[in-house]
T-cell receptor, first 112, second 109 residues
């Protein structure tokens, strides 16, 4: 079993839909949780970063961490075709080197 | 506009040739990461530097790959000799939040 599991999709939704992207993990030592967006033929770009449990909101994006269930989510409200990309979750331990462990990414397609 | 730069953006080479990829991290960032991305494996960490010192290169095939930071503005990843299975996109990232460069798309024939 991989340390971080993420459904590769693709997830296809109509414009305006609420999108839910998820990752599960097995290592309870993870404390930092990140979401990256990667457009085709580009490098990943950091979208959201949270520490420990709870929610964080930034515009149309909400990141949620449930450490008791080892489950993290990224919600996208009012999805747009420009949100079509691959979304990668990543997480790392506190202290030490902060080397992140990445999920495989979920491909999201928002169609007009 | 601070960003990570990588050169070359594309590289096509023949098996057995040496390949050198370069990365300029964001000024002031003291951590640099090298990743390889393929469809099959996703993002794999190859090497990690802090303050120019290699802290983790356990993900890197030691017999053919080498990574260095000759100075704070340059990180290099070298493959010698290259093999077709090395074909992938190689990313450099800097900073704790992992600011990624645009990648080097390597094809080994």
């Amino acid at each position: 079993q991989k340390e971080v599991e993420q459904d590769p999709g693709p997830l296809s939704v109509p414009e305006g839909a609420i999108v839910s992207l998820n990752c599960t993990y097995s290592n309870s030592a993870f404390q930092y949780f990140m979401w990256y967006r990667q457009y085709s033929r580009k490098g990943p770009e950091l979208l959201m970063y949270t520490y420990s449990s709870g929610n964080k909101e930034d515009g149309r994006f909400t990141a949620q961490v449930d450490k008791s269930s080892k489950y993290i989510s990224l919600f996208i409200r009012d999805s747009q075709p420009s949100d079509s990309a691959t979304y990668l979750c990543a997480m790392s331990r506190s202290g030490g080197s902060y080397i992140p462990t990445f999920g495989r990414g979920t491909s999201l397609i928002v169609h007009p | 506009d601070a960003r990570v730069t990588q050169t070359p953006r594309h590289k096509v080479t023949e098996m057995g040739q040496e390949v050198t990829m370069r990365c300029q991290p964001i000024l002031g960032h003291n951590t640099v990461f090298w990743y390889r991305q393929t469809m099959m494996q996703g993002l794999e960490l190859l090497a990690y530097f802090r303050n120019r010192a290699p802290l983790d290169d356990s993900g890197m095939p030691k017999d053919r790959f080498s990574a260095e930071m000759p100075d704070a503005t340059l990180a290099t990843l070298k493959i010698q000799p290259s093999e077709p299975r090395d074909s992938a996109v190689y990313f450099c990232a800097s900073g704790f939040e992992q600011f990624f460069g645009p990648g080097t798309r390597l094809t080994v024939l």
